[in-house]
């Protein structure tokens, strides 16, 4: 019995599995630039807390939040044009996510699709010709990789009762 419910138990995680960045390792970089840098190479993914800070040569500018599927950049200063051709690039565990979408949700100006790249393992965005204000916010959803075409899984009532059924044919065929 105890074999059974792990098997159920493994069967049912492994139907709702999803990608998460949690977990992963991300690393982070941002050139050519003499003022900007990350305060940390490279991060663990943990919810509530952001991974990386952007730090210029006087504090920090910028905080990079990731979650499960998306990153929240957070701009930590009054106001900033930034001009001198930067590109934040951030490398994520391969595979598990192949586009992205972006919102801007408040006091940012410039941000455009065309600003990000992102080839399923590293995403840059170019910050040149964006003017961010106190508390400014992008959110990047990173979209889960679709993959091949998956071969087609039972739903989860089907398998279980085939599960049911080979563990009734064991049994008779114990007796």
């Not at 990173?142 to 089907?158: F, H, K, Q, S």
């Given at each position: ?6 098997a159920?138990?493994l069967l049912s ?5 999803n ?6 390792e991300?690393?982070c970089n941002i ?21 990386f800070?952007?730090d210029?040569l006087?504090?920090s ?27 934040l690039s951030?490398?994520i565990m391969p ?5 992205l ?5 408040s ?11 992102f080839?399923g393992?590293t995403?840059?965005?170019d ?6 204000s106190?508390g ?7 979209i889960?990789?679709a ?6 899984m039972p ?10 059924g080979?563990?009734?044919l064991?049994r008779l065929a114990?007796k």
């Amino acid at each position: 019995m105890k074999k059974l419910l792990l098997a159920l138990g493994l069967l049912s995680a492994s139907l709702t599995a999803n990608a998460t960045l949690v977990g992963t390792e991300v690393s982070c970089n941002i050139e050519p630039s003499a003022i900007y840098f990350c305060h940390q190479p490279t991060e663990t993914v943990a919810e509530g807390a952001a991974e990386f800070f952007i730090d210029s040569l006087f504090s920090s500018e910028f905080a990079l939040d990731f979650d499960a599927t998306s990153l929240q950049i957070e701009y930590l200063g009054i106001e900033l044009l930034a001009e001198a051709g930067e590109f934040l690039s951030l490398t994520i565990m391969p595979g598990l996510f192949d586009s992205l979408a972006f919102n801007v949700v408040s006091g940012v100006t410039g941000v455009e699709l065309s600003d990000f790249s992102f080839d399923g393992e590293t995403l840059e965005f170019d910050f040149n010709n964006t003017l961010w204000s106190e508390g400014s916010v992008v959110i990047i959803d990173l979209i889960e990789n679709a993959g091949p075409d998956p071969v087609p899984m039972p739903n989860a009532p089907t398998a279980l009762l085939m599960l049911a059924g080979l563990v009734g044919l064991r049994r008779l065929a114990k007796k």
